[in-house]
């Protein structure tokens, strides 16, 4: 059920039928005293039309109270303020959807995500978290609404770093051991790199016998590639995060695509020869002094840059994989790089003008001292410590709430609420800010945070034990009577209109700030409307709606890649 594509169907047809134009801009109350949801586009309708926008509005609930089938969906109807419509729900109305579930699309696409793209060269930090965890969940979404979802996982696995690194690698007589930190490795061999010239010279012919696809050089490359990213496996699989070996499409896979790069924009006419290097200029990057930035696709030396490499691989995402829809998920910081790609591309025509190319920006994840996240020491937090730190945390938390719980059970609780609070703090945060990493916060037992939602999870089950029944022996729906219950059945018919919003936006906080709105109504249902007192008909209703918001939560929480426990 979508309810606000229903609503804004009828409201829109009253607008018709009253000669307006615009949209009926329908949104969930902001408050509840305004009642479900409200229709805002009244103001701007009545104002083209050169009329009273509160007569407007009266005029169009008149309409809307003969429009049957509307008149069936609402309880009430009222002009409030300068013209806007609050309307109230019937309890009938919502009453389907809460045995629904996930809609699926009525128009699924070929969407392909770009997500996490580590670089390989190094061991996987938190730079790479937002990435990761955003990313995955867009992806969740998009899949659980039957679009067809490609994972390009488009890592660092190319350039001059891994002459030296190679080159470091046979030094130290390949020894693997190495290899198990490689951040220290990475650091060994800078120092080297910048402290010895026949390292440094050996390392430059590292590159070019790699580029040149040298066996025994690419055999090297190979081994590394394989060790670090088996480094990032595991990250994945701890945190649950649905990437695969099968996923990684990194920048080498391109290389034998670089050279029709440019021979296309050469054909196109967009390419120019400025200082040896081979450009593209389009007007509409100019900087402030009016001069065009030049997007360079391949240096003087004959080199390609990570530019190239996209361009190459907008083609290969719409052309070979069919791709509707390419969602890269990467630091604000590469906002100017996908402009300027998404451009090219389209005027040298490696995608076409149907495809549509999306760059979903994150800022940067900031220490509570307000700069970036490191160690004390300045160093770069490794993700592995991090999360080892996350679960000691939520440990510590539930051996203090249960004294005697058994080691397994802890062991569980604490890597599904540390991990989950982790991600979680990301999520619900706005993509586009810089957001600030807070232990405290994160995992705390109140406000908008995962162990809340876990917890409210986890006080539905407790609540089904002792009613002594399952939620499969309930009827699947019920029509709310009393104004908390009903309140809490209009909150979970609007589940699938947030996931539509996350799948078109690619924002996850809308998806947490309804969990929390989920969960907040839960509550207040909780408190004033008893259950296991109650008698036969209005105990089975309550019950109803306690396992349909347990499961949206359940649902909700797993499209954010959150587990959930049934005791805590
Ligand atoms: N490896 C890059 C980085 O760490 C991110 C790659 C993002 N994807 C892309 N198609 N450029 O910054």
């Given at each position: 059920m979508h309810i606000k594509a229903l609503l804004t169907e009828h409201i829109e047809a009253a607008f018709e039928a009253l000669n307006l134009t615009g949209a009926a801009m329908v949104q969930a109350a902001s408050r509840p005293e305004f009642g479900d949801y409200q229709a805002n586009g009244v103001m701007a309708a009545a104002k083209r039309a050169q009329r009273n926008p509160r007569e407007v509005a009266a005029q169009i609930i008149e309409h809307l109270h003969n429009d049957n089938k509307f008149s069936k969906m609402v309880a009430a109807m009222d002009v409030a303020g300068p013209g806007f419509i609050n309307l109230t729900l019937a309890a009938e109305f919502v009453?389907?959807?809460?045995?629904?579930g996930v809609v699926s699309s009525t128009e699924p696409l070929v969407v392909v995500v770009d997500y996490s793209a580590p670089n390989l060269a190094k061991e996987m930090h938190v730079g790479h978290l937002r990435t990761t965890i955003i990313g995955d969940c867009v992806v969740r979404v998009l899949e659980a609404q039957g679009h067809k979802v490609i994972r390009q996982n488009h890592v660092g696995d190319w350039g001059t770093q891994f002459g030296m690194l190679l080159t470091y690698l046979s030094d130290s007589g390949n020894d693997s051991e190495e290899l198990a930190d490689l951040e220290n490795f990475y650091r060994a061999a800078k120092q080297r790199f910048d402290a010895d010239d026949d390292f440094r010279e050996r390392s430059r012919q590292a590159v070019v016998a790699l580029q040149s696809g040298d066996p025994g050089a690419l055999h090297q490359w190979q081994r590394f590639i394989d060790i670090s990213m088996s480094h990032c496996q595991q990250i994945y699989d701890r945190l649950d995060i649905t990437l695969s070996a099968a996923d990684i499409m990194g920048e080498s896979a391109y290389n034998d695509d670089l050279a029709g790069v440019i021979s296309t924009l050469e054909d196109t006419n967009l390419l120019q020869q400025s200082e040896g290097a081979a450009c593209v200029f389009l007007d509409q990057f100019k900087n402030k002094d009016g001069e065009i930035q030049p997007v360079i696709v391949r240096k003087s030396d004959g080199g390609y840059l990570y530019a190239t490499t996209d361009l190459a691989a907008v083609a290969h995402r719409e052309k070979r994989l069919g791709a509707d829809r390419v969602l890269y998920f990467v630091d604000a910081r590469q906002s100017l790089h996908f402009k300027q790609i998404f451009a090219v591309a389209k005027a040298a025509g490696f995608a076409s003008e149907r495809v549509q190319l999306e760059h979903l920006p994150f800022g940067t994840m900031l220490g509570k001292d307000g700069k970036p996240f490191k160690t004390r020491q300045g160093g770069i937090i490794k993700l592995a410590e991090l999360l080892d730190e996350a679960e000691r945390r939520a440990a510590a938390l539930v051996q203090a709430k249960n004294?005697?719980?058994?080691t397994v059970e802890l062991q569980k609780l604490a890597q599904v609420i540390g991990l989950g609070a982790v991600k979680y703090a990301d999520l619900s945060k706005n993509r586009t800010s810089d957001y600030v990493f807070d232990w405290d916060q994160m995992l705390s037992f109140d406000g908008n945070t995962a162990p809340y939602l876990q917890y409210a999870y986890s006080r539905i089950r407790s609540l089904f034990d002792r009613a002594a029944v399952t939620p499969e022996q309930l009827p699947t729906e019920t029509v709310a009577v009393d104004e908390p219950e009903r309140r809490l059945a209009v909150c979970i018919a609007g589940f699938n209109d947030v996931l539509n919003q996350v799948a078109d936006e690619g924002f996850p906080h809308y998806l947490c700030a309804y969990l929390y709105e989920l969960a907040t109504r839960f509550t207040s249902f909780y408190e004033q409307c008893p259950i296991l007192q109650s008698a036969d008909e209005q105990r089975e209703r309550r019950l109803v709606l306690a396992s349909s918001t347990g499961k949206t939560l359940a649902t909700g929480l797993d499209l954010l890649g959150i587990g959930v426990v049934d005791r805590m």
């Open positions: 009453a389907p959807a809460l045995s629904t004294p005697d719980i058994a």
